[in-house]
Each structure stands twice: as structure tokens, then as C-alpha cells.
């Protein structure tokens, strides 16, 4: 006769980014939850009976409402609080498992008020193509995988509405992406001097972040723009830069059903769909030439 073995069940990668917003300065919790449980299960696998089974959605709208009652000090006290919570308020839970990752960030230093812009720890992959028949230089250089967020000045109303039209107007949003971008280098020929490939890159890749963190955005669009006339503006040696841009959406999470208000402090992270922005940003009188399937590699 067949027997149960080893079993248990929860909500895997329950994505939660926990804003603590302490005046201008803000901070950022950006963590990958799963939980599993395991106990007195026997009769939901047997006869189906569900008497003993907390639904994962539950698990899932606990680690959410626990980033706001708890908060975030840490992944380990995070995941503490939540084995307790589940093993101690349900009798037939022997025994919780609480995997927690946690994306880091650093503070992006710029210029304005406030400390609310971020770049995510371990970031990008710096990349070139170079090309040349024997005459002719075409250097073509860049980056991808840096994610970016400001955790508030970014907007997104007034847009087109129609019968399918259900986003709402948002006046205080996150605004986050993860930059593709490639630039374009004048230098084309060994009679030019060469440019200063190490300074160039860390050069402009400040000035995308400086661009991201200063701008007030109405738009990924705007912000886009902003950045990539910034590199323009202040490195002479390019002629254009090309992005692709994905909106990583943060959606705040309805606490209401669990009778807690959500001040702008606790969301979903959506990895998809995502909306896609791209664009190239040129020099004056020079012509685009970076293809668009470039900023995917």
C-alpha cells in the first residue's frame, strides 16, 4: 500500500520592495520571498479534505503586510518573524521554511534634494563592438544590466485614454529600469586622436546616472532623453547613444483587506509584462548608424 512521504506547499518568490521613507532620505529592502510549510497534511493529499491547509495566497499576503507591520531590518529577522507567525497561529503547521534573497542598492550621489535614487549592487556588464575594413574605425561601446530606481519625483498622467484604458493617474510612483545603452564613438580614423576608452566610460556612464537621478519624470520617455543629452552634451568624443529602456513596474499592494493603510511604502515587483521604451539621441548633423538589435547583446 502506497504512503505519504516528505511533502509541504507555500508561495515561491513572493517579490516585495519595502520603501522607509525617513524625511527626504529613503532607504530600500528589495527582497525575493519563499515560503514552505510542512505538517499535518496527510488528509489534503488522501481525500482532498482542505480543513488543515492555509491557501498560499495567504502566505503571500502575510509577507506583504508583514514588510509594512514588521518592516525589513533585516532578511533574517524578515524571515523569522514569518516562520514564527505561520508555526505559532496554525495548529496543523509543524514547520516553516523561509527563503529570503535580497537585491542590494546604493545610493546614487547627485546634485539634488532629497536621497531617493538607487543603483542596484552588482550592475552592469560593461560591452564593445569594433569594427574596421582596413580604412575605417567604427567603435561602438556601452553597457546593459544596470538596474536604476528613484523611489518617487517621477509622474505619469494626461495620457491617452480610451474603453480599455484601466491604469490609473500617478502624481508619486517609482520609476525604475534596467539600462541598455549603447554610444557611438567620432573617432574613426588613426589620424584622430584616440579617445580615452577607461576615462570615457566611467565618464559616461556618471552622467547617465547623474541624468536618471536629477531629472523629474514625467515619462521614461523624458528621462530617457534627458540622459542620453546629457552624455551628449558633455562627451565630445560621441556622436550617439541608443537605449533600450524596460519599466520595471512597482504596483502598490492593497493592504486594505487586512485592515492596514499603504502610505506609498510597500509594492509588487512585476517582472512582466513590462512596457519597453526606445530611443536614439544624436549630435546635431550626425546620423544614426547604431542598429536597434545592437542593445540587445
Known sequence: MPILGQNQYGKAENRVVKITRDGATHHIRDLNVSVSLSGDMDEVHYSGSNAS???????KNT???????????????????????FVTSQEPIHRARIRVE??????IEHAGKGAHSFVRKGQETRVTQVAYDGES?????GLKDLVVMNSTDSEFWGFVKDKYTTLPEAYDRILATEVSARWRFNWTDDEQETPDWEQSY???????LQAFAETYSL????????MGSRVIDNRGEIDEIRFSLPNKHH????LEPFGLKNDNEVYYAADRPYGLIEATVLRDGSTARIPADLTTL
Do not use: N
Open 202 to 208: 566611467g565618464e559616461t556612464r556618471r552622467h547617465l
Open 53 to 59: 491547509v492555509l491557501p498560499t495566497d495567504t502566505t
Open 137 to 141: 574605425w567604427e567603435v561602438v561601446s
Open 63 to 85: 509577507v506583504y503586510a508583514f514588510a509594512k507591520e514588521h518592516g525589513v531590518e533585516s532578511p533574517e529577522q524578515f524571515g523569522i518573524h514569518l516562520a514564527r507567525h
Open 102 to 107: 535580497e537585491y542590494g542598492w546604493e545610493r
Open 251 to 254: 504596483f502598490l499592494v492593497d
Open 219 to 226: 515619462s521614461l520617455q523624458q528621462t530617457l532623453y534627458q
